[in-house]
């Protein structure tokens, strides 16, 4: 299938808002659609156009997988709410800290966290809703990503577990597939969405289990998200690339009340990138540097040590997993 | 049994040294004696006392455990043979990594390695050598800290499995007991030792085991000390109290030649401190960082990240493990 790119200096956001909507409603007619909501920039713009498109007629889910930062799924829901858009949010915590236990490999963090969204979560309230569209955020860089094979293939009905042939009439909407990022961000912007959802730095897919290293439980986590907070709230006046703490696997020794303490070890990382192909780490100064580890130290439980990441990409990565 | 202290204000270390030459030389008399050397201040002072004292009487052995920094155990042998002082290199890596291998946690490596030296090594060569002497660089504060047990006891026969009961006439010489480390720097320089000797930064006992999170094994001893190299060589001109390359266990993901790269991180700390007690990183600039990040990712085979520490003592301690 060829897919004729909007370029970003071709695109009229208007226009392009006022087709999506006479299309998908033209396609879901009076049926019912669903989609799932994350807060990044692309469920987000779906879930305007659709919402704009089929008002009641769309089913919209938050999942909730434990993963979050600090109070990010109730956060977007009431955002969406107070914009008219019904949101439901779903606890699936529980499903997805079992996938997790026990497995340390990142590859299999990340394929535990897709089949328990997918198979286990989002597939059955597809299946339960009686939707016979699902609308997807897929963007044009995400389906080169799974041509040149560098990230898995989004064929979100085989993801779902619904095979197209057996159960025939499902049908995936996918409105946003003609644009990249920096368009999408434009009409998630004419959309009347808010600056924290169209300006929303990048964060990861699998959420805060990219950001730990080793395995994710739900203690882990809460640690990491408390540093998180740290970091978004000291390094937010910084306007870097992306900011963000990496719990590790390693503990260190520290020393708390004169008794030794072998504690956590928070790395943290701020990026200056463009692109995010390349990238070199922000010159923050030390006062911030110190502020940072004395407040992660003192306020996250546990955490004895804190270190910067002094590293370009290449040779490393944005992110540690 | 009370020790005398020799305040740093009261010594004359001319004095100090002919004292002490008098007292080995009397005890020792025609029999021979036996020491370690690790080329720290400590052992330096003790070996250059004993072979003013004793010359040809003495027999002086530098324990090669495979956890010494670049060419350390051949520079300090070479150095006191220029100084006419003859020093036996045994290599015992195999029976230290022996002793190390499988091991992860902290405290059962520093056991391993102390077990390794005192029982499997230098146990025997002080049996095989016929030495009914030995002399130990103990010092006031080893003593203090044994007594409010920070430190392991130094009984020094018991460790080298000597009872003295039963091979009665072992004696164990302590010509630094009265002084600490301060002291022992004045005396050092006055002995006619180097500066890299009584100038030495702090390095940890357990060398660059201490420096290895997880297991130690030859490859990653090698990893941490490529990376300790480099570390020295950009910060000597800093005059901090104390810098050190640490290798995680925890791996990262990184990219070389556009492909990913699963690599490893090495940890830099560079401390500000007077005392040890404590203590905080120091300000390098970011041109020193990015040199270091840079360097430790070029030169050092497997590395993909480099962190710096900016935590101050306490909660941290200098060293990681």
Redesign the interface.
Known sequence: MKIDEIKIADLKPEKFIKDKIGEISNIVGDSIAVNALSGGVDSSAVTMLAHKALANRLKTYFIDNGLMRADEPQRVVSLFKKMGVPVELVDAREQFFNALKGIKD?EEKREAITQAFYKDVFGKLVKKSGARYLLHGTNLTDVEETIAGVKRQHNILEQLGIDTQEEYGYKVIEPLIQLRKSAIRKVAKDLGLPEEIYNRPPFPGPALSARV??EVTPERVETVRKATKIVEEELRNTIAFQYLAIL???K?????GGKR???FQI??RCWESKDAVVA??T?LS?DI??R???RI?KEVPGV??????????????I???
Request: hydrophobic content about 30%; charged content about 25%; proline content about 9%.
């Open positions: 990142p290293i080793g590790h696997d390693d260190v020794t520290g020393v708390r303490d072998f504690g790395e943290v070199s780490p010159r030390y540097l110190e940072l580890a004395d130290t004895v040590s804190v270190t910067y990441n002094i590293t370009k990409k290449p040779p490393s990565t992110e540690a997993v």
